[in-house]
């Protein structure tokens, strides 16, 4: 079992910068790639960023490069995600996940654990 706890949401102006942090424990963290995915109202939850293992792979959606950087430091037990240029559409509740395995994936269903989000507001 993983419990994850997100924190670091909150509202920003449209062209700010947050930093959000998902907190692990349970089992080994290392064992686990990690993800992000967010859901805005009336949408379903999309993915945004995934990092594997050791933090030497990470992806994107596309619309995320160069704005989003994911990260993690296995001796915190934690996995961040700067969010930097948000514009209002990244509106959403984020969510951290964490998947059994070495390779981060883009699909939710990949991802054994979630957290329960943290709210990004970004105002215009």
């Known amino acids: 079992q993983v419990q994850l706890v997100e924190s670091g949401g909150g509202l920003v102006q449209a062209g700010g910068s947050l930093r959000l942090s998902c907190a692990a424990s349970?089992?080994?963290?290392?064992?686990?790639?990690m993800g992000w995915f967010r859901q805005a109202p009336g949408k379903e939850r999309e993915f945004v960023a995934a990092?594997?293992?050791?933090?030497?792979?990470?992806y994107y959606l596309d619309s995320m490069k160069g704005r989003f950087t994911i990260s993690r430091d296995n001796a915190k037990n934690t996995v961040y995600l700067q969010m930097t240029s948000l514009k209002s559409e990244d509106t959403a509740v984020y969510y951290c996940?964490?998947?059994?395995?070495?390779?981060?994936?883009?699909?939710?269903?990949?991802?054994?654990?979630w957290g329960q989000g943290t709210q990004v507001t970004v105002s215009s």
């Open positions: 349970g089992r080994t963290f290392s064992g686990y790639s």
């Open positions: 990092i594997d293992r050791t933090g030497g792979s990470t």
């Open positions: 996940a964490a998947a059994f395995g070495s390779t981060g994936s883009y699909s939710s269903y990949a991802y054994d654990y």
